[in-house]
Structures are given as structure tokens and as C-alpha cells.
């Protein structure tokens, strides 16, 4: 382990991501940044030229995809590096300026759509057979021309490219914030002695058997949280003002309408989700009921939530032995799959742990090339363990659409980012059960696997619901107050989890520390990724190679296909709620055997 105190420069580079692999210096990076200042008059060469010929259109294509090629280097690069330390103003710098670039680029294509869209369908039809090659882009074409209707003109195409620089400055102003200058006062255990508490030790910390640790983490965090509760609030009022700005200007209905358009994921997908989980909340007031039997107390606090209910099974989990556990649980799915993950395992493509001003959290690049990164805060539990295997599901995602698909189609959308990667989880998790015939180790690994299920479709359904209401109240001409977001949170907080749960005051603030708000309607998709997910795992370990080639084809899909395409490629129709409720059967089933197993 590496104290979370610790400067950047004092993490030993065997547990950093080598970012030389995209560029070998940020000198080199700086050289690309003052190159690509000069691609929005490039771009501008091409206005005009679109529909004149299928020649110029595929012109555009390739160029296009070229510029998409070196801008994700650019922005990777800066992005990860501006994470690792984002108390470094330099790297700050520096994913400013690759934003303000984004932005130049942007702008300067912005007559791309509008004149792909004022291409006839005749025309655009002659160009497929007059250039073969068109063949390429006939999906991505397609996506484009769907949404003729909130295609705007050329002018206001770029007004509002022009716009999205301001449009991300909510969640910049927010994250920079949290990770870098929002401070917490130590934790305090039952001995009296003190435990450093950030972002990313709280969750370790709500883990703690010790009571009086749980709960001093969990008060000194929203104690202080509370204390920026209206700047927090305020930085939410501007990011639903923003979506509500660009779903207007597009001819939308609403901004869930709009974020779930760009996906080609109906709107009733987000509202079925929310009513199959409140018609099955009486297994999560089961499992309450349970996780405080088996806690033994009185009264159950939201700092009792996360810690496991077989206490003394809890053991250390190094590194080492969760790269080695999850390398031989996920060899199911093929040498192919497991030399990918050795390869990311020993040429760095994982920053491991915390520093000091490191970004919370873990997540997986949007990049694959020339090869995905992954941040991690690893705390050598269980819980780390799971996500490295849940991250390494995104990164091999990414890596084998591009891969296999050509960049226009290489980007899978967000509806499916979730599946790869709660898939290795869930085959992690019948994995360690299959192994142990201990019923004290199994029961830690049941409430495992009931804590994923818990987290993944109540939880992030009851983050989704809570994002829905202030999406509506913001098109309604509310403002987001710290008040009335925690009047409403605390409200679903209490219908999520039931009589026997104690809603703390706190809990109330819990909306202030959630960065996911800030990702325009993402949440859902965990739960929807995480059903989606367990049918796939369910049919891999039953039916074998069948299930894993059709598996592969999803994984190498892109965007080739709208994502419940994609996903009936693979064994899953999500257009049907049997995904979803067929997932709470089996979290039903768990409780049932926990109980059993006393």
C-alpha cells in the first residue's frame, strides 16, 4: 500500500500508467497542441464541398477520422495526466487548452452535419454505388441523418459548438473541488486513534468493522460536505441549466429525451427501469431486515450499510493476488482475453494508487489507442479487487472495438459501457463461490455479491430517479437549492431502503458527493448494464464456447448497431424488463440463501 498522503513523485513507477505510450514527453504533446491550433482552417476548406460529390464526401470521412485519431491522443493524455495530480495547475492547463481546441474544432465543423443532412437520399444512394468505400461510414451517416430533426443550421451549429467550452464547466469547477481542495477531518476508531479520511478512503472506511469508525467517517464527511452544500447545489442548478439550454435549442422534449437520443435507447428503457425496481423493493426491505439481524443492533445507520455482515471473513487482498484471482476467474472467456489483461497487468496501462490530489474514484479511458489506461485508488480489499476486474471489463471493451471496428464505428455508446464490465464482476463472483465450501467465507462472498447487486440496480435506479426529478424540476423553472435537493433525497433514500433502515439527517447530503450528476443521465445504465450483465455471465458458464464467441462479437461491436442490437448479438433483449427482473429474482434467491446459511 502507498500512503494516499503521499506527493505524486513518491509513487513508485512500477504503479503508475506510462502516458509515453501516447506521447513521449509532455514537450511532445505541447509540439501536437500547436498543430492542431491550425486544424479549424483546414476544416473550413471543406464548407461547401460535401454533397458535391462522393469523392469529396469520403474526403471528409477519412479526414474526419484522422482528426478524431490524434484529438483522442491529445485530450487522453491531458486528461490523465491532469488526474493523477489536479493540484498541478500545469496539467490543468493543459486539459484546458485541449478543451479550448475541442471547442476551435468543433465549431469549424460544424457545416459538416447540416450538409450531410441536406444531402437527398437519391443522391446519398448514387454516392454508395460512385465510392465503394462510402460503405464504411454508411452507419455513422445513418446516425447522423436519424436526427434531422434537431439539426440546426450551419450558423447555430457553431453557436452552439461554440457554447460547450461553458457547457463542461460545472463538472470541471465541481471535480477540481472535490479532489483538490475539499479537505475532511480524520476518522476517529473506537481506540481513539485517527484514520485519514478522502474521497477515496471513505469507502474503505464505511467497510470497517469498528462501529464508532464508520460512523465518525461518515459524520465528519457530510458534516463537512454540508458546509459547501450551496456551492455544491449551485454547480447542479448550472448543469441541468445547461442541458435544459441544449435540449431546447435541438427541438428536444426534455434533456432525458435528449441525452437518450444521442444512444438510440428509448425513453421508456430510463422509466420501466424505475418502475420494475420500485415493484420489487420489498427484496431490498429484505435485505435490510437481514444485513441488521445479522449486524446485531438496535437500530440501522446509513454508516451500517456497507460494511460486511460476516466480519471476521474479511482478509487483505494485495494487488498482486487480485491481478492473479482475476486473470484465472475471467480465463473462461479464452487465452485470447486473459493475454490481453497480462499485457495491461505489465506494461502499465494502470495507475494503482491514491495520491495526494489524485482524482477519486476509477474509471477506464475512453481511448484505446494505442492502447486503453485505468485509474485506480487500490485499498487491497475485496471491494478493490471487484474493481479492477470491473475496470479491466471497460478497458478490454474499448480496446477490442477499436480493434475490430473502423473509428467511426470504434466508440461504443454508453448504454453497453456498463455491460463488459459488470460481467467480469459477476464472473469474479461465481468464481471465488465455486472455489469455497466454507459457509463463513461463502456468506462474506453472498453479501458480496448482494452489496453489488444493492449498489448497481437499487442504488443507481435511486441515483437515476433522483436525477429524473431534478431534470424536471429544472424544466419547470426550479431552481436546484441545496433545501429542496435534500428534501427529495431524503425522501427516496427512505423509500429505497425501508422501515428498518435509519435515514440519517446526513444522508440527506449524500446528492453533494455524487460526480455521476454531473455525467447527463448515466446512472441508469449501471443497473441496466448490471441485468444485462448477469444474463450474459448466466449463459457464458452454461452454454460455453457458443456464448463466448457471441460474447466477442459484442465486444468487438462499437457502434456498429444501436446498442439493443448489439446486445441480442450476444444473448440479451434489454427491449424486454425479463433482463431486470430476472436479475432481482436471483438478488431475491440471495437473500433467501443467506438467511439459510444463519
Known amino acids: 500500500m502507498i500512503d494516499p498522503k503521499s506527493k505524486r513523485s513518491e509513487v513508485p513507477e512500477e504503479f503508475t500508467w506510462n502516458l509515453a505510450d501516447i506521447f513521449e514527453s509532455d514537450e511532445a504533446w505541447t509540439a501536437e497542441y ?55 495547475a500545469v496539467y490543468q492547463d493543459m486539459m484546458g487548452k485541449a478543451m479550448t481546441v475541442a471547442v476551435a474544432v468543433s465549431g469549424a465543423a460544424a457545416f459538416a452535419t447540416p450538409e450531410i443532412m441536406a444531402i437527398d437520399e437519391d443522391t446519398l444512394n448514387l454516392f454508395y454505388v460512385a465510392q465503394p468505400a462510402l460503405e464504411e461510414y454508411r452507419r455513422s451517416l445513418y446516425q447522423i441523418r436519424r436526427r434531422a430533426a434537431h439539426i440546426l443550421s450551419p450558423e447555430e451549429e457553431k453557436l452552439l459548438a461554440a457554447a460547450g467550452e461553458m457547457a463542461h464547466a460545472p463538472d470541471q469547477i465541481v471535480s477540481v473541488f472535490r479532489n483538490a481542495e475539499l479537505k475532511f477531518p480524520d476518522a476517529v476508531d473506537e481506540k481513539g486513534e485517527k484514520h485519514t479520511l478522502t474521497g477515496g478512503s471513505y469507502g474503505p472506511l464505511m467497510e470497517s468493522a469498528d462501529r464508532v469508525l464508520r460512523r465518525s467517517a461518515f459524520e465528519n464527511m457530510y458534516g463537512r460536505i454540508g458546509e459547501f452544500k450551496n456551492t455544491i447545489a449551485a454547480t447542479l442548478d448550472a448543469q441541468f441549466k445547461q442541458l435544459r439550454f441544449f435540449a431546447e435549442a435541438r427541438k428536444y422534449g426534455s434533456t432525458l429525451e435528449a441525452s ?83 499485457e495491461g497487468f505489465e506494461n502499465r496501462w494502470i495507475d494503482v494508487y491514491e495520491n495526494a490530489g489524485k482524482r477519486g474514484g476509477a474509471y477506464s479511458s475512453s481511448g484505446a489507442r494505442p492502447h486503453p489506461y485505468v485509474l485506480l485508488n487500490q485499498k487491497d480489499t475485496l471491494d478493490s479487487m471487484f474493481t479492477l476486474a470491473h475496470e479491466m471489463g471497460h478497458a478490454l471493451h474499448s480496446y477490442h472495438s477499436a480493434k475490430y471496428q473502423p473509428v467511426s464505428t470504434s466508440d461504443y455508446v454508453i ?70 435537493l435534500c428534501e427529495k433525497y431524503k425522501a427516496l433514500n427512505e423509500l429505497y431502503f425501508g422501515p428498518d433502515m435509519i435515514s440519517d439527517e446526513q444522508i440527506a447530503l449524500e446528492w453533494a458527493r455524487i460526480p455521476h450528476f454531473f455525467y447527463d443521465y448515466y446512472v441508469f445504465q449501471y443497473a441496466t448494464g448490471f441485468s444485462a450483465a448477469v444474463a450474459l455471465a448466466n449463459r457464458i458458464l452454461a452454454e460455453g464456447a457458443p456464448a463466448i464467441a457471441d460474447y466477442k462479437k459484442f465486444l468487438s461491436g462499437g457502434c456498429s448497431a444501436d446498442p439493443i442490437s448489439l446486445l441480442k448479438i450476444a444473448g440479451v433483449d434489454m427491449s424486454s424488463p425479463e433482463p431486470v427482473n430476472s436479475a432481482l429474482r436471483l438478488f431475491g434467491e440471495l437473500v433467501d440463501e443467506m438467511e439459510k446459511l444463519g
Request: aromatic share 10%; charged share 30%; with cysteine.
Open 34 to 88: 500547436e498543430a492542431m491550433k491550425e486544424m479549424p482552417a483546414r476544416l473550413a476548406a471543406f464548407r461547401g464541398t460535401l454533397g458535391r460529390s462522393a469523392e469529396d464526401l469520403l474526403g471528409w470521412l477519412r479526414g474526419s477520422d484522422e482528426l478524431s485519431l490524434r484529438f483522442e491522443k491529445l485530450i487522453g493524455y491531458a486528461h490523465c495526466k491532469a488526474d493523477q495530480d489536479q493540484g498541478e
Open 260 to 342: 437518450l437520443d444521442a444512444n438510440e435507447v428509448p425513453v421508456e428503457v430510463y422509466t420501466k427501469l424505475i418502475e420494475a425496481v420500485h415493484a420489487n423493493l420489498d427484496k431490498m426491505y429484505r435485505y435490510v431486515a437481514l444485513r441488521k439481524k445479522r449486524l446485531g443492533v438496535e437500530e440501522l445507520h446509513m454508516y451500517d450499510v456497507y460494511t460486511p455482515i460476516v466480519a471476521d471473513a474479511v482478509r487483505t487482498i494485495d494487488f498482486e493476488e487480485a491481478k492473479a484471482t482475476v486473470l484465472e476467474a475471467l480465463s473462461v472467456l479464452g487465452e485470447d482475453y486473459t493475454a490481453l489483461l497480462r
Open 415 to 484: 448504454f453497453v459501457a456498463e455491460v463488459a464490465s459488470t460481467c467480469n464482476e459477476v464472473l469474479l463472483m461465481r468464481y471465488l463461490l465455486g472455489r469455497t465450501t466454507d459457509k463463513k467465507e461463502r456468506a462474506y462472498l453472498i453479501n458480496h455479491f448482494l452489496d453489488a447487486f444493492k449498489g448497481t440496480i437499487y442504488r443507481q435506479t435511486m441515483f437515476a430517479e433522483f436525477e429524473l426529478m431534478m431534470g424536471r424540476m429544472s424544466e419547470a423553472g426550479q431552481t436546484l437549492t441545496a433545501d429542496v
